[in-house]
C-alpha cells in the first residue's frame, strides 16, 4: 500500500505521537509531528498537508482555536483526536469545522479506517470544477488562491504579506464578517487588540491598492460596529 498522503499530527503527548507516527508510515502516509499549537499552525502555513490530526489540549493554542484558524484557510479533512468525551467537546469541534471527532483511547485500526474515509471523501472533493484555485470577480480582480497572486485587470497587485494574508483569509470565506478582533488574532497571532489600529490601517491601505471605495465596496464592505466581510461578485 503505498498512499504518500502527507499527514500532520499535532499531539503533546510524545508517546502516543509516536505510536500513530510508526503506524501511519507502515499504512504507507508520510506523517509529521508538532507537539505545539502554535508549532502545528507554522507546519500547516509552510507545508501542504492532506489530512491533519488535532489533540484538543495543547499548549501554546488549544486545539479548538488551532482548528478554527485551520478551517478558515483550508478545507482539508480535520480529525479531532482527543480524550475529552463530554458532549459539549464534541459539538464544539463539529461546529468549529472539524469532520471528524477521535476519542482516546482507540485502535490503530479505528485510526486508519477513519483516516482512508475521509481521504477518499477529500479526493472526490478535490476533482469537483466548482472548487477553483483561481477565482475572477467582477471590476475586474483575480485571485490564484494555490500561488496567492493577486490582480487587478491583469496587473498584479503590489500587496504587503500581511494584506495579501487580509485579502486572502477574507475571499475564502466570502460574506462572513470578521471583527477587527478576530482578525488581528487570525493574522498577526495575537489576541489583544485594545487601542490597536493595525487592522482599520491594513483594511485600508489594501482597499486603495484595489481601488475598492469605501463607500461603493466592490470587494471588502464594512459591517459597522463589527468588522468586514469580502462582498466580491465572481464571474461565471
Do not use: C
Not at 503527548?13 to 508510515?25: F, G, K, T, Y
Not at 499552525?41 to 485551520?70: H, R, T
Not at 483594511?203 to 459591517?223: F, G, P, W
Amino acid at each position: 500500500m503505498t498512499n504518500q498522503e502527507k499527514i500532520l499530527i499535532i499531539e503533546d503527548d510524545a508517546e502516543i505521537a509516536r505510536v500513530m507516527m510508526d503506524h501511519l508510515r507502515q499504512e504507507g502516509y508520510l506523517p509529521t509531528w508538532a507537539s505545539t499549537g502554535i508549532e502545528g499552525w507554522e507546519e500547516f502555513k509552510n507545508s501542504g498537508f492532506d489530512l491533519i490530526l488535532v489533540d484538543l489540549m495543547l499548549p501554546e493554542m488549544d486545539g479548538f482555536q488551532l482548528s478554527e484558524k485551520i478551517r478558515l484557510e483550508s478545507d482539508v479533512p480535520l480529525l479531532i483526536v482527543s480524550a475529552r468525551q463530554e458532549q459539549e467537546h464534541k459539538i464544539q469541534g463539529l461546529d468549529l469545522g472539524a469532520d471528524d471527532y477521535l476519542t482516546k483511547p482507540f485502535s490503530l485500526g479505528e485510526l486508519s479506517a477513519r483516516i482512508s474515509s475521509h481521504l477518499r471523501r477529500y479526493r472526490r472533493y478535490r476533482n469537483e470544477p466548482e472548487h477553483a484555485d483561481k477565482q475572477i470577480y467582477q471590476d475586474g480582480l483575480e485571485i490564484d488562491f494555490t500561488n496567492n497572486v493577486i490582480k487587478l485587470e491583469t496587473a498584479v497587485v503590489p500587496l504587503s504579506a500581511k494584506e495579501r494574508e487580509l485579502l486572502l483569509l477574507l475571499a475564502k470565506n466570502p460574506y462572513k464578517t470578521f471583527s477587527k478582533s478576530e482578525l488581528y488574532h487570525h493574522i498577526w497571532g495575537q489576541q489583544d487588540l485594545q487601542g490597536n489600529n493595525t487592522v482599520t490601517v491594513h483594511i485600508k491601505s489594501l482597499r486603495t491598492k484595489l481601488r475598492d471605495e469605501t463607500r461603493a465596496a466592490k470587494y471588502i464592505e464594512t459591517v459597522w460596529g463589527v468588522g468586514y466581510r469580502f462582498i466580491g461578485e465572481s464571474v461565471e
